[in-house]
């Protein structure tokens, strides 16, 4: 099996890792130890948010959190947004790369552009699960991507 499966957003391919578990909120999560996983933005993710440039953290090292709690601010050439946690856990330590310089998301978000490490005893997907995901809900994703360009 390959190391990756790709999912085509139009003419553009999003590299799905398969090394790694996901959440349909579109992060990855990687084992780094018991109930320890590394946390980052799907290329899926990534694409659509476009050029990431600024993160602006509400939680610091050891915060609990829930599913989706808000965690933080994101800014990319598309829209400042709420960031939420992937899962519930605790945020065991925030990557300082992109603490310091987020741009790393847009250049490697499966290597160095991690988002942060939690902790948590949560169901992940697979990679083919969350291919699912991205397919059950595509038309929809294009609908309004389509509803923005018009603005």
Known sequence: MSDELTFMMGQFPARIRTDRNYVATHFWLQSIGLELYRVGFTAYAVRLLQDVYFL???ISDGTMVGKKAEI????????LSTMYSAEAGEIVRINPVVAADP???????????WLYELRTNS???????YMDVLAASWEKTQAIIKGQMNQ
């Open 56 to 58: 602006d953290w509400s």
């Open 72 to 79: 933080g601010e994101i800014e990319s050439s598309k829209a």
């Open 103 to 113: 741009s790393a998301i847009n250049a490697d978000s499966y290597g160095e552009g």
């Open 123 to 129: 169901s992940l997907l697979s990679a083919a699960e």
